[in-house]
């Protein structure tokens, strides 16, 4: 197998063994990043030269006889609205294309002490709103399984990089499903943490009560050491919290004793596609026969979610976006007469259209007249949301639903309406609105032979339950297969 | 038909901490442009702010200070609007839960008692400061972005310009007192809107109110609420009606003027800062604040007038600066004088006189307080005692030594002063004349020449005793 | 409250044609529709988390990035000071 298809785990064992270097791993990486991009376009901003500074550095540090730091030499890519010290962080936006942040994430000061590489940055819907990637303004990120077909968004960039061998794992961020949907489009795992489990300092706000850095592996004990390596308190961050206890033990992946699973029906009614509903039953069952519990819940106030989550959101982010008015950074428009002018003709170039749109919508339902109607009613809705998962968290350890309704849809599906594209984050919204941890795992195939991914949540600080049950779910079934890419290529015989 | 005025002031002061309110830049004034910030003051992407413990200590002392209800658990709220001054295009403020709630300020002494209301006080973020360059464009600074306000907001319970003068110097002397802020209004770390209403006298409900901003000083409020409330009585004596709008005062021209942008109401879509949670004080912490508040200007100045027998006056004055009464109890308790002879040597000398603060090393207190005794005690006079004080400072003796050394100290022997006076009446028998055919203005012409005759040291009140029973009699 | 784009689009300072304007106004009421489903009473709401109480910061002055640094990406200084075009 090539260097850069092994797991971090894997490669860790291996660098400590003098079975390989931290500059093969590197330029393995590298390397199968000039042979996809021109296909995929995962990355924005590929830093090639510097992560081969730091890889050679993790090699002097090996043959010093030094103890390496737990990430030691492995190749991660860093969504591009993580902001890296003089490295530009774009968040594919014409807004921020030429900034270049004077300091560095929490996460990525926590990556670099971790002794990881960094490949790049990695492609995103704009702003981290949206759910296919395509609203870049760098192009669309194509999903490693089939070109044809969207990688999920809006971590499109970092799921489809490490679903190709691009990087060996990869950070996202999650408001609303934005690293589990392309996940379970690329057939890789992503996680969720609970809400202040990992610092937001760094992370370009899209809506401060429901972001989330996130974490995208090929496997789930790849998750689990890529999520403990960032998580943890930050002084600079008075949201975040100290993290409970250590996820990544020897013991993950063995069967877990007496595990009770939740399954709403809320979430198998309704627009889902016959084929993701039965790969999740499946994964489900097959948890069962190994001695899981399966137990009835009730979430009826699913339904509600995705209307909670877009009112509030947007209101969030009409919020977070108002500082781009090109006095400080960002674009500026040319020629401005006066102050109205730069801040109007600024943002309206300097945004796409999705933007733009929850921008106004966000602004609207804040605005007098308004705010009670929506803002404070979705509010509520919310508090309610939580108050039921709490309630159906007595009966089980974790709730399992499907990810998505459906499998990656088309490059051309779903521009008609902006309602059409939200449907698709209707199940993974809810843990954002009620702040929980929701880990997405690949189960199968679909029937456009496209992955599948089941949803995994827990009460806040399950992490560690969460992955000892898909752990367990992926020793019974294998290791997750890797994409091979150009079966696009094969299928329609290019 | 007659007119009663209310006035209600939004004053802000910035607190005197160490750090801004959200992150740790330095709250300084004067420094170059842009030296004092960072990420979270900028507002750059990605950067978050986080409370300072201080600020809220500092608020909620000024909440127990003025008598308020203090909200153990509030929060902070986004306040939006888009000017440059505000980098993330939101102010982080309070707006439904404020911090305080409902105290009052009681405005005494030698005035007619009135007890102002205190709404609300809250914490929030100042703004950067904008400099209008001579070619048309604006130049920012976000030094003061992030430095930490309170926001005073007072029931409409003042009903005279005066009262605005004498509310917002006793709000500064509080907030001096405390230790909260350093309240210098040339520098802006004290602003004041004032919001004024006219009412027929008797009605129950308020009158249309125009808000005034652009206030810099504390006279500058004073004439602004009374020009204000002059406008309002013409319009509606003239049968118009106010127009509910925000003016400009304009200092130089002792005038109000409508805002040049005529905005409707700002919708500010308040909304609950996220970033920033739920605040909670514990318990302990608000009582061992009101517990450990220093002693109030109200009570120090009533402590004065009873305990040392000042004048209310006095014990306003002495009172209006924390150093000038330290150094009168010290001196006061050296128990050398009385009050009233030791704040007339103070305020009548130190500070009228020589423009001296006592805090400005010029002399020791207990040698004041030695030197107002000699003159308590008729052993100086208040002329030599002027001259003995501008020598005490560069002589190391004591002011009873140094008046003897210097021949400062005053005759008081009626033996002596009695030939003096003898001798003066044989010299003068014009002077003497006139007196006994009533022309009693004479007596000081003869009291002058005794004072002479004495080298000055001669007490004036015997010898105008002695002289008056030796014409008289 | 009915949906004035323009109006929403000042607030916002965002400037949006004619053709976007209907389309936009098109885009947000579906959403407005589903928003306008919920529910109407879901139960009382402080807002406030006792329970979970936010840290503080100590008052202690942290460095930060230098003067240049955080100007580095400003589109136009003069002396130390950003510059916008007049404010009116």
Redesign the interface.
Known sequence: MELYAQTAETLGRMLRRRECSAMEIAASVFSRIRACEPDLHAYITVTEAAALEQAAKVDEKLAAGGKLPPLAGIPVGIKDNLCTKGVRTTCASRMLAAFVPPYDAAVCEKLAEAGAVFTGKTNLDEFAMGSSSRSSIYGPTKNPLDFARVPGGSSGGSAAAVASGEAVFALGSDTGGSVRQPAAYCGVVGLKPTYGSVSRYGLIAFASSLDQVGMLARSVRDTALLFEAVAGRDVRDATSVEMAAPVLTAGLGQPVEGLRIGIPSAYFEGSIAPDVAERVMEAAHTLEKAGARLVPVTLSSAHDALAVYYVLSSAEASSNLARYDGVRYGYRAADCENLQSLYERSRSEGFGDEVKRRILLGTFVLSAGSREAYYLRAQRAGQRIAREFNEAFALCDCILTPTTPETAFGMGEKLESPLDLYVSDCYTVAANLAGLPALSVPCGFGANRMPAGMQLVGPRFSERALLGAAAWYETLCGPFPMPALGEWRDRHGV | MEYELSVGLEVHAELN???KI?????NRFGA????L???VC?????????????V?AQAVRMGHALHCDINR???LD?K?Y???DL????QISQNE?PLCSEGFLELSGDREPVRIRIERIHIEEDAGK????PD???????NRCGVPLIEIVTAPDLHAPEQVGWFLEEIRLILRCLGVSDCRMEEGSMRCDVNVSLRPVGAAALGDRCELKNIATISGAVRAAAYEAARQREILQNGGVIERETRRWDDVQNKSLPM??KEETA?Y????E???????LPEEQVRTLLETLPELPADRRRRLCTQYGVSGYAAAQLTADPARAGYFEQGMAAGLCSGKELANWILGDLLAMRGLEPGEPFIEPERLAALAALTEQGKLSRTAGKTLLAALPSSGLSPGELARKMGLLQENDSAALASIAEKVLRDYPVPVADYRAGKTKALGFLVGKCMAASGGRGNPAVLRRILTEMLDG | MKLDIRHIAKLARLEISEQEEQQLARDIDAILQMAGRLPENAGAQTGLEADRPAPLRRDICTPSASREALLANAPELRDGYLVVPKTV
Do not use: W
């Open positions: 901490t160490k750090t959200f992150c740790g830049c330095e170059p442009p842009n030296t910030v960072c990420p900028m507002g750059l992407p990605g950067a978050l702010p986080v409370l300072s413990e201080a809220l658990v509030c929060r986004r939006q888009f000017y440059p980098p993330k295009a939101y839960i904008l400099v209008h360059a048309g464009r604006t130049l920012v600074d976000y040049r942008s919708d879509r308040f909304f609950p996220p970033d920033l949670g739920t605040v909670v």
